[in-house]
């Protein structure tokens, strides 16, 4: 698997890219992201390519996001992690752990002055916070209410 940031290049693979209404209870379709990114040069999507090429992961990064006053690392040197999502032709093959794996080495190399990784977890989405615990992240144990759902702030220093 490779992370590559996003280019026009791939839009027919976000196109293509299936989600289903489960998913989407707690993100937003990569289609979306890419146009709030045209918006926002802070946002910064990302693709998880499988060996075969396939977009089989996607993520925005966000700098400088309106959840900064959070984090108990500072936002200048925090990346922030939303709208996690696999092409639901590809769930349960460890396709978005290995993507998350790849992320420390991915802002070595294209955002040396990230230190720290943030994201939000939804309270009932007991899944995605054991990947995220066995990926080094913490619960710093701040809940954030985002428009009605309960979140958890998650922070790992890299």
Not at 12 to 29: C, D, G, P, R, Y
Not at 87 to 110: C, M, N, P, Q, W
Request: glycine share 2%.
């Amino acid at each position: 698997m490779k992370l590559v940031a996003y280019d026009d290049a791939y839009y027919e693979k976000i196109e293509n890219f299936q989600i289903n209404s489960s998913q989407l209870e707690f993100t937003n379709a990569p289609l979306d992201n890419i146009k709030l990114a045209k918006q926002n040069p802070n946002r910064h999507c990302i693709l998880g390519l499988s060996n075969q090429n396939d977009l089989v992961v996607f993520y925005v990064l966000h700098e400088d996001c309106e959840f900064t006053n959070y984090f108990s690392t500072p936002a200048e040197s925090t990346i922030f992690i939303r709208s996690l999502s696999t092409d639901e032709r590809h769930l349960r093959k460890g396709y978005a752990r290995k993507s998350l794996e790849r992320l420390d080495s991915y802002l070595f190399e294209h955002m040396p002055h990230i230190k720290h990784i943030a994201l939000l977890v939804d309270k009932p989405n007991q899944i995605a916070y054991q990947l995220y615990t066995s990926l080094g992240f913490k619960d710093v144990k701040v809940e954030v209410d985002n428009d009605g759902d309960i979140q958890l702030l998650m922070e790992k220093s890299l």
